[in-house]
C-alpha cells in the first residue's frame, strides 16, 4: 500500500499540530515553527514507517522545532516599534487571548509541553513523555501541576473572563 499524500497529513494534523505550537512558543513564534514542522516532516516522510502513529510523530517534530525556537529567542532580542494593542477576544491566532499565553508562557517548560501535549493534542501521557522525555508519571504530573498553576491564575483573576 503507498503511502498517503503528504497534503493529507498536513489537512489532517495541521490544526492539532499549530495547536501545540501556539501552546508551545506562543503566539507569535507559533506560525514559524508549524511551518518549521512541516518542512522538516515532508522531507522525512518517505522513510516513515508503514503504521507509524502520524499526528505523535508531528508533535515531536514540532516540540523539536519549539525548542529550537525558544533557543534561538533566548540569544536574541526581539526589538519592537512599538507594544503591542490589547488582544482581541475572538480566539483567532491573530486575535489571541493574552491573558491565556501570558498564563501559559509563566508555567516552567515541562509543565508547558505536558499541558499542550495531553490536552491540547490529546496524546496520553505515554507519548508526552516519549516526545518531551522522561516517565508518563512525570508528565502526568508536570500537566496536573501545569493545570493547577492556571487555575491558580484564574482563581486571582490574572486571566480576564476566566471563572474562578
Excluded at 9 to 32: F, I, K, N, S
Excluded at 66 to 77: F, K
Amino acid at each position: 500500500m503507498s503511502p498517503r499524500p503528504f497534503d493529507e497529513l498536513v489537512a489532517d494534523h495541521g490544526a492539532m499540530v499549530l495547536r501545540v505550537c501556539r501552546a508551545v512558543v506562543g503566539p507569535h513564534d507559533a506560525e514559524d515553527a508549524w511551518s518549521e514542522t512541516f518542512l522538516a516532516a515532508l522531507k522525512a516522510y518517505p522513510d516513515l514507517p508503514a503504521g507509524a502513529n502520524v499526528a505523535a510523530w508531528l508533535v515531536t517534530i514540532a516540540h523539536r522545532k519549539a525548542v529550537d525556537i525558544t533557543r534561538a529567542r533566548a540569544r536574541h532580542a526581539v526589538p519592537v516599534e512599538r507594544t503591542p494593542d490589547e488582544p482581541s477576544r475572538t480566539g483567532r491566532p491573530e486575535d489571541w487571548d493574552g491573558d491565556l499565553w501570558d498564563a501559559l508562557a509563566a508555567l516552567p517548560d515541562k509543565q508547558r509541553a505536558a499541558v499542550a501535549y495531553h490536552y491540547l493534542a490529546g496524546f496520553p501521557y505515554e507519548e508526552v513523555a516519549a516526545i518531551t522525555g522522561g516517565t508518563a508519571a512525570a508528565a502526568r504530573r508536570a500537566a496536573a501541576d501545569g493545570v493547577k498553576a492556571l487555575r491558580a491564575a484564574s482563581r486571582r483573576g490574572e486571566l480576564e473572563g476566566a471563572a474562578p
